[in-house]
């Protein structure tokens, strides 16, 4: 499945708008992340928390622009997806090979049409992870999911990354049920690192409110 099949619902935000309208935007497309271009040409991502407490009779400036994040409209969705969980994003901006920004997709409709594209008729979730290949076994990972009663839907494994000379697996898979936190455990105690959860509802870092309080409860 690739990305061009999947609608772009979200414009762009442009240099020299309003914050008030640019703040706006982001009210009425229900998203954290919209993309900032200047004629029609891709300049970055801005936060809605980048921009929250300014001045809004101020105007957008290439200043406030926090990322430089796309996907290529021919790229796979599994590739999207990696990106839109190594960032954090709520949407992720498209763009052809001139630079041009063609629209974005909010993360939601992202996970809806690959429910929809695999025709996965049952309450479930898929996640995103990543390992280091001294880490990684499949069939590790498969047992640890099936110690929990649960099932794997599909799986794709999707590119090698050189961290700190490090090969990292990055990877997605779609369970049969709810992601727990008992499996998020599981894998942490394995060095598997969940990065992102996503249901057709809702997508999370997974069980990062309660990891934030034990940050704070240790002053950390």
Request: proline share 2%; net charge negative.
């Amino acid at each position: 499945m690739y990305i061009h099949n999947i609608p772009r619902t979200l414009q762009s935000v442009k240099i020299g708008d309003k914050l008030s309208n640019v703040k706006n935007a982001f009210l009425n497309y229900g998203v954290e992340h919209l993309a900032v271009t200047n004629k029609d040409k891709y300049l970055g991502i801005l936060s809605i928390d980048r921009i929250d407490t300014y001045d809004e009779s101020k105007n957008l400036s290439i200043a406030d622009i926090e990322l430089n994040v796309y996907a290529g409209v021919d790229d796979p969705i599994f590739k999207v997806w990696i990106l839109i969980a190594r960032h954090r994003l709520s949407s992720i901006p498209i763009i052809n090979n001139q630079n041009e920004y063609l629209g974005s997709i909010r993360t939601l409709d992202l996970i809806k049409s690959y429910e929809e594209e695999y025709n996965f008729v049952k309450q479930g979730s898929t996640f995103v992870f990543a390992v280091t290949r001294i880490n990684y076994s499949m069939s590790r990972m498969i047992n640890i999911i099936e110690e929990h009663h649960i099932g794997i839907d599909h799986y794709f494994i999707l590119q090698e990354e050189n961290q700190e000379n490090q090969e990292i697996l990055e990877g997605v898979i779609r369970l049969n049920a709810l992601f727990t936190e008992q499996l998020n455990n599981d894998f942490h105690r394995h060095n598997i690192e969940i990065k992102m959860v996503y249901s057709v509802d809702n997508f999370y870092e997974p069980f990062k409110d309660r990891y934030d309080e034990l940050m704070h409860y240790l002053n950390v």
